[in-house]
């Protein structure tokens, strides 16, 4: 499986558990209005800061736990870091030469 697929389905979960938390907030503050524990308006605002406070924390911590997330899930299934990859190129590209300097050697 492709790492654009794996990185869809963690973003679409991150999304559908906000909108789970968003709902569940949202029908707490509902049964409190019913119960006369809060007028509708301090149910609105209770709902908004909430919210408010629930985006501003993902959107802090979203980012690095998404890395995180896709640093393990590439590590165990395997995937090269762009710095492993990178010193197998030097590497590569050290043995092409030296590849050449003795073809050169031949000929001569």
Do not use: H
Not at 28 to 41: A, F, L, T
Not at 46 to 74: C, I, P, T
Not at 81 to 97: A, F, K, T
Request: hydrophobic letters at 35%; zero cysteines; glycine letters at 6%.
């Amino acid at each position: 499986m492709d790492s654009n697929n794996w990185l869809k389905q963690l973003l679409m979960i991150g999304v559908g558990t906000t909108s789970l938390v968003a709902e569940k907030i949202r029908e707490v503050s509902d049964e409190w209005v019913k119960e006369g524990k809060i007028n509708p308006d301090q149910a609105k605002a209770f709902v908004d800061d909430l919210m408010n406070q629930l985006k501003s924390d993902q959107g802090n911590n979203f980012e690095a736990q998404m890395q995180r997330q896709m640093r393990n899930m590439m590590q165990d299934l395997g995937v090269a870091r762009q710095s492993e990859v990178d010193e197998l190129r030097g590497r590569i590209d050290r043995l092409e030469r030296q590849v050449r300097d003795l073809e050169n050697k031949l000929w001569r």
